[in-house]
């Protein structure tokens, strides 16, 4: 239903140790949310449309030139 897809949030874990806790608390007001690897980021954003992205990863990842990066059609996106 249009209702329920107004209320969709991606959680793309870059290897955060919170990222649990940040879904649940999601959960407890009612929004719907999904876990997703890094690596599954791109695939899950064109799936489900969510109306927000949550970007879930340590301060390490920044500094890591080889490290995992967020996907271009979230970055392209226009969603919070």
Same mark, same amino acid.
């Given at each position: 239903s249009p209702a329920m897809q107004h209320d969709?949030?991606?959680i793309i874990d870059f290897g955060s140790q919170v990222t649990q806790l940040i %879904?649940?608390?999601i959960r407890e007001v009612?929004?719907?949310c999904?876990?997703?690897p890094? %690596?599954?980021g791109a695939e899950a954003y064109e799936r489900? %449309?969510?109306r927000g992205v949550i970007l879930s990863g340590s301060p390490a990842n920044i500094s890591?030139?080889?490290g995992p990066r967020i996907p271009d059609n979230v970055l392209a996106a226009d969603v919070p």
């Open positions: 969709r949030l991606l %879904a649940r608390r009612g929004v719907y999904e876990i997703v890094f %690596a599954k489900m %449309a969510p890591d030139a080889n």
